[in-house]
């Protein structure tokens, strides 16, 4: 059975990168091959990315423009610098899988920030160039293709195989810390700790009494896909104290609705596709009536803040005290969530929240129900 236990490597020096490892509240991780050296130009310096790579890069002051490949790294820088002006362009998904009154009151520049440089993941060379970058963001190999033959520093964002939210935020965190040379701050590192302290006496009440979980990873066109063994969602269900009904399967992965009826889950979480009010009334092809969490109304729509909480990003500690109040809630209470949301939106985006703006991120979907 696992723990919710937050245990924080020292970082290797000049790597800092973390590996995978086993499914706790923190992996121990190896650090990842770098590249060989080589002789810096003055001014300059070198850090070592996620992906093992020896960037080279100017001294902070000189990045002033940032071109952000991976959708949920917006989310982390905002948290380090507390400012996006920064920031020249982005993937859409950076503002459609985030709540729309969080991503107004955060960017400024919203209406400057382009988008249109990337369809999906094809990413137009020439739309990158126009922008000036002084820096890129991106998240593994597929990320860069088409830009592997530019001369602008490209940082790497994706440790293989982990799918830690601990680890991953932690270490996204520490890289943007280590690009714009900032050590001040509150971290998402204490956040996770604090989750620990206090989740994890109640959660270890529970025992082996675990609900059964299941996160809807999409259901779009008939095509349901689950999160199953080592992904995102997996942990999360894990560290809320839930079983993973679709522990079987590894990765996100396709599954029919006799699969579900077997699985019956207790209490289902939805990332994208229908909306949780739609499997409580209907779905076209899809007969969910049978299903536990159905039947007892224990379909939850994931909150969206900063950035969808289906993912990992700079709100992903919010997402496991939400989750626990909705598990058990006779051992955490709602109200105390509210202000958990309201002071960490305080302390890490400098952003005080209404009653209102935080009952748009834990419903998204409140006007199609």
């Known amino acids: ?56 890069l100017p001294s902070a002051e000189k990045l002033n423009r940032v071109v952000i490949i991976s959708p949920p790294i917006a989310s982390i820088q905002y948290s380090v610098l507390k400012d996006t002006s920064k920031i020249v362009a982005v993937h ?66 994706m440790k293989p195989k982990d799918r830690d939210p601990v680890a991953i935020t932690t270490e996204w965190e520490r890289l943007i810390r280590d690009i714009y040379e900032v050590k001040d701050g509150k971290t998402i590192k204490e956040e996770w700790e604090k989750v620990n302290q206090e989740l994890s006496t109640s959660l270890e009440k529970i025992g082996e009494d675990k609900l059964k979980g299941l996160m809807i990873f999409n259901n779009n066109s008939n095509k349901i896909i689950v999160s199953g063994n080592n992904t995102y969602g997996d942990y999360c269900m894990e560290m809320s104290g839930l079983v993973n009904v679709a522990d079987s399967i590894v990765g996100k992965k396709e599954v029919s609705i006799e699969q579900i009826y077997q699985f019956n889950p207790d209490i289902i979480y939805v990332f994208m596709g229908e909306p949780a009010s739609n499997y409580i009334k209907s779905i076209d092809g899809q007969d969910w009536s049978k299903v536990n969490a159905v039947k007892e109304n224990r379909v939850y729509d994931v909150p969206e803040g900063i950035f969808s909480w289906g993912a990992p990003n700079a709100d992903s500690p919010l997402m496991i005290h939400w989750m626990v109040t909705k598990n058990y809630p006779s051992y955490f209470n709602e109200d105390k969530l509210m202000n958990t949301i309201k002071e960490y939106y305080d302390s890490h985006y400098n952003m005080t929240l209404t009653d209102e703006m935080i009952d748009s991120i834990v419903k998204p979907n409140k006007e199609r129900e």
Do not use: W
């Open 1 to 56: 059975m696992k723990k919710i236990l937050i245990i924080f490597l020292v970082m290797v020096i000049t790597v800092g990168a973390y590996g995978c490892g086993q499914k706790e509240i923190v992996s121990k991780h190896d650090a990842p091959e770098v590249e060989e050296k080589v002789a810096l130009d003055e001014g300059q310096r070198e850090i070592v990315d996620l992906g093992g790579n020896v960037v080279k």
């Open 92 to 157: 859409p998904f950076t503002f459609k899988n985030a709540n729309p009154q969080i991503i107004k009151n955060i960017f400024k520049n919203f209406n400057d920030i382009d988008t249109s440089f990337i369809k999906e993941f094809n990413i137009s060379t020439e739309s990158v160039l126009n922008l000036k970058p002084d820096i890129i963001f991106y998240y593994g190999q597929q990320e860069k293709k088409g830009l592997e033959s530019l001369k602008i520093p490209m940082v790497d964002f």
